[in-house]
């Protein structure tokens, strides 16, 4: 989790800020929704997300674990999550790539850190349909997301457990059970997040993590980090 994410309030206005420039980005400032396959049979909307310049054309681990994470955090923002999922796959013409339930799970199971590791590969279509989709429902749940952050970053800043707003210790919560039932906490990579407490500032990173995607050529800006030390 090297890129983090964190929200300002400057004046009752919210606004997004990265520790992390992404200055090789040169994408469009907006997202359309492409229903028609492009010459290569590929739905037109993963065009939107550039190839990136790896080996084998497949996922690292820290991508497989971001994509994975992220997932698990709409997850826990609502219930039915993964129905959500495969509701837009269909929505965005993804249902070729994101085939059912099972073929979702295998997917997510390519993540190294989980209890069910099946060992495949995530392939980089497969991951672009998997960013596409939880892109959109981040905007769907976009003022969720906002008052969630903001009311966690004004209870921090008056000292207050976060445990004391229900719709927050709502979210945290379900992400930790979420967490602690899929993830294998004795991997390597995950021995730093053993307690409550550093669940509960992953939960909130990766909230801010879905703002972003909301914002400005966010699903552009987001996918291009997942990849970020990993290029040739």
């Known amino acids: 989790m090297s890129d983090n994410y964190y929200l300002v309030i400057e004046d009752g206005n919210e606004t997004l800020e990265t520790h992390k420039v992404f200055s090789r980005m040169n994408v469009s400032a907006s997202v359309t929704s492409f229903n028609s396959p492009n010459s290569s049979g590929t739905p037109m909307i993963l065009d939107t997300l550039p190839d990136p310049a790896i080996a084998g054309q497949v996922c690292p681990t820290r991508t497989r674990l971001e994509i994975d994470l992220m997932l698990l955090a709409i997850e826990a923002l609502e219930l039915g999550g993964s129905e959500a999922i495969l509701s837009f796959a269909e ?123 909301t914002g400005t050529a966010g699903m552009q800006r987001y996918w291009i980090s997942l990849f970020d030390g990993e290029v040739e």
């Open 91 to 213: 929505e965005l013409d993804l249902k070729g790539i994101i085939k059912n339930r099972v073929n979702l799970w295998r997917m997510r199971a390519s993540n190294p850190m989980r209890r069910a590791h099946n060992r495949r590969s995530l392939d980089i279509l497969e991951a672009k349909a998997l960013v596409v989709i939880a892109c959109y429902i981040a905007r769907r749940l976009t003022v969720v997301i906002r008052q969630l952050l903001t009311i966690y970053q004004q209870l921090a800043d008056k000292q207050i457990p976060p445990e004391q707003n229900l719709r927050l210790a709502n979210y945290l919560e379900r992400f930790r059970a979420h967490f602690k039932s899929r993830m294998n906490s004795r991997r390597s990579g995950l021995l730093a997040l053993t307690s409550d407490e550093k669940l509960d500032e992953l939960a909130i990173e990766l909230l801010g993590k879905l703002l972003f995607c």
